[in-house]
């Protein structure tokens, strides 16, 4: 979606907003620039590393990739900045520079060429500040040299940008540690000249300090209002951003007997020691990643809670019809499976979340109650049952949300699509609001959900940046920004959610706001993570109600979001009606409750 008018009064009024990364596909990087590129919500600068790529740019001369990139493990994209074939990967740092750039309106060949020489210059600084002081430029050439006054100079940074509008994306590629001999598949940059790296020029230097030493330099060159920076873990390993089951982070194996050791399914009960739960709670490999995320010891689960987290819990006969409903369609609905503390006030309402491609889970997140049992086969009559209850129950909003499925080509987006379709034949006045994965990222397979025209698009974030490894390990930050900036790109509402009381600083959740509003999202909830077994992560403290109105005023009136609903007890789908309607209008509005 556009930004409001309250967005575009905002714009350029914060401070750099510096984050890394990680490790993140190229596709996913360039969709995630063209975001906050278009969206003019303030000044960021990506830091990243890629998987093995070569790029075109619009300029590139196909004659320069020597060999297929696919035959050395190398993706190949066509990307919209200026220059010609690049190599990025392991070992190299990205940095992404999306920037509101001092010049005339419209940019012009001068504004570019101060932009170009004012990225070199952050590269030169930082080289400088890890010992490699003999680099600059070499006349006529892009990007940053060593020794570019001697008889050898040789290319340690490629330098390669895009102006629009007076606005800048793309940047440049430092090489830190990478396969140089990855550079022989291509003609770097056109150029037929050595390439070097600052592992090859003997600085022994971690990725970590080379981004430490760019972030300086690019706070003195371009943070107007200071820095804000956040980063995602920086330890990372083969198995993050892939599928695996609650069990195997147990450590054992996962069983669909209904005495197995299987935690998260609904109605099981496992005995701590059985899980491998730690003394002070949670399993030792979630303990672990709390640990290198910073986070210290948190409550013990009997602890108890503050009063305005006792939500009421009625069984009238409007909850017993809601469920009666359901329980005859066969279907699962996320507010049980979940254990949601509004299924009480949402189901008097009539109102429920449905939960689409079965009811397990093929990721194990730290926080989360459904079952992540090998999962069953999909139900083809599902789509039509859900419709069929969503007349029934006469609603005006209804919100589906799925579990995730890695395990399916398409990661379960064809059920989304199939129900939207069902829902709109039998009830087509009916609001839907999806709940959607991030499918792997796979764009593609996002289009399908898309296609069939959802209302609202929601995927959670669920956390900070340096929480996700240890609450969401096979999930990403950039990944799930990216699925929303795609989503807002293709002119839908847009909607997140993120969870605290997990050991984030409040710094980091208007970080993390700032992202989401950044790529154009209209909708955020924020609530108080409650921990549904020993098992699972801990809660590391109570967040007070003021913080919720602190955090909803700070979106709409400081970020322009749409609509903010925070309270300890709101949940992705509370109160989802109101938000929609909310964000459809044109003034920004807060619910903290």
Sequence with gaps: MSQSPAAAELAGSGPLRVRWLGTVSYREALDLQRALFTERRGDWLLLV???????LGVRADRAHLRVDPASVGAELVEADRGGDVTYHGPGQLVGYPILDVPGRRGGGMADTVAHVTAVEDVVIDALAAVGLTDVGRLRGLPGVWVEPTGTAPRKIAAVGVRISRGRSMHGFALNVAPDLSMFDAIVPCG??????SLAAEGIDVTMRHVVDAVVDAAGRRWARRGIERAEVVWRHTPEDLSAFTLAAEQGGSATDTAGGAVLGAVGVSVAPAAAGVTAGGTTPRRRRRLTEAGVAEGLQIATRKPEW??????????????????????????CEEAGCPNLSECWSAGTATFMLNGERCTRACGFCLVDTRHPAPLDPGEPERVADAVAAMGLEHAVLTAVARDDLPDGGASGFARTIEAIRRRSPTTRIEVLIPDVRGDAGALDVVLAASPDVVNHNLETVARLQRAVRPSAGYARSLTVLARAGAAGFVTKSGLMVGLGERPEEVRAAMADLAGVGVDIVTVGQYLRPTDAHLPVVRWVPPAEFDALARFGVEELGLAHVEASPLTRSSYHAADAASAAAGSTPQLAAR
């Design 49 to 55: 590393e890629h998987p093995h790529v070569v790029t």
């Design 191 to 196: 150029l037929d000249r050595p390439v070097t």
């Design 309 to 334: 987290l006792r939500a009421p819990v009625r069984h009238d006969a409007d909850v017993l019809a809601t469920r009666a409903q359901v329980r005859a369609a066969g279907l699962v609905t996320v």
